[in-house]
């Protein structure tokens, strides 16, 4: 059992930048792979990065290649999601996610176990 709980999201202008956060307790960290979801109303939750145990391995969805970067601090059980050139289209809720799946292997909701709570990020044009 693994418990997450985001921070850090908020309302920032175009061009911005920001940084979530994803603290995880209950059991070893570093067993999971850890993603990152966003999520708008009426729509399916999509993949936006992940990262493996290590956090040797990362990977991006294509419309966040570039601009967002995923990383991990094993010791502090906690991964990151450091977001800059910041969209409107990017606003969304967004969730931090665990799966024993390899992050190699893991880009859908169905396939990630643990989910936080989730953290708006609001991007104003």
């Known amino acids: 059992q693994v418990q997450l709980v985001e921070s850090g999201g908020g309302l920032v202008q175009a061009g911005a930048s920001l940084s979530v956060s994803c603290a995880a307790s209950?059991?070893?960290?570093?067993?999971?792979?850890m993603g990152w979801f966003r999520q708008t109303p009426g729509k399916e939750r999509e993949f936006v990065a992940s990262?493996?145990?290590?956090?040797?391995?990362?990977y991006y969805a294509d419309s966040v290649k570039g601009r967002f970067t995923i990383s991990r601090d094993n010791a502090k059980n906690t991964v990151y999601l450091q977001m800059n050139s910041l969209k409107p289209e990017d606003t969304a809720t967004y969730y931090c996610?665990?799966?024993?799946?390899?992050?190699?292997?893991?880009?859908?909701?169905?396939?990630?176990?643990?989910w936080g709570q989730g953290t708006q990020v609001t991007v104003s044009s």
């Open positions: 209950g059991s070893t960290f570093s067993r999971y792979a």
């Open positions: 996610a665990a799966t024993q799946i390899p992050a190699a292997l893991a880009r859908t909701q169905y396939q990630f176990n643990y």
């Open positions: 990262i493996t145990g290590t956090g040797g391995s990362t």
